[in-house]
């Protein structure tokens, strides 16, 4: 059907868009994960004695609403990482191929770890709101990552949604 040669000059934007499409599906699987995550993550007095304990505590009091609470804020975040990964391992991997277009390990290592740090350099301020959102009191945010957005631009200024950037770019490169 197709051919090595088929792949080598497809443009970055299909591939981008080929990126964020895989957001579709793995968010049904991964948000009730991050909800989990998050919640447990904030805890302040020991409420959960693990993961399923909590996944099994939020359907129980809000139903698959709670569970699934930022859903759309994380099929978002996951569109545009996976979006900028992917367009851009595929940038850096043609930056660093030598004149005969093979590419090194070395090379693809960094090509790698380049796109991880993209990845999280344009989904940090979505991930923050979404996490945000996800640990929030039930209510508190009616319009969900755009009531978020409002309040952190209205009380914390546009600096909060990049929080952490450092150990995240620290994190990002040697994790892909």
């Known amino acids: 059907f197709t051919t090595e040669d088929d792949f080598k000059n497809l443009n970055l ?21 991050e909800r989990v995550k998050c919640v447990m993550q904030v805890q302040k007095d020991v409420k959960y004695t693990g993961t399923v304990h909590c996944a099994k505590s939020l359907l ?15 099929m978002l975040r996951d569109g545009v990482a996976s979006a900028f990964y992917f367009s851009s391992y595929e940038f850096f991997k043609r930056q660093f191929a030598s004149s005969d277009g093979s590419v090194s390990a070395l090379a693809t290592l960094t090509a790698g770890g380049t796109a991880g740090m993209c990845n999280w350099l344009f989904a940090i301020p979505i991930d923050t709101l979404k996490s945000k959102l996800q640990v929030a009191p039930d209510g508190m945010y009616p319009r969900g990552i755009r009531s978020v957005f409002v309040d952190v631009m209205k009380n914390e200024g546009p600096a909060a949604l990049f929080r952490g950037l450092g150990p995240i770019m620290l994190r990002a490169f040697p994790a892909n």
């Open 13 to 33: 934007l299909p591939i981008a868009a080929a990126g964020a499409t895989s957001a579709v599906f793995s968010t049904p699987i991964q948000a009730p994960q």
């Open 60 to 74: 129980a009091e809000g139903g698959a609403t709670s569970l699934f609470r930022g859903f759309w804020s994380t």
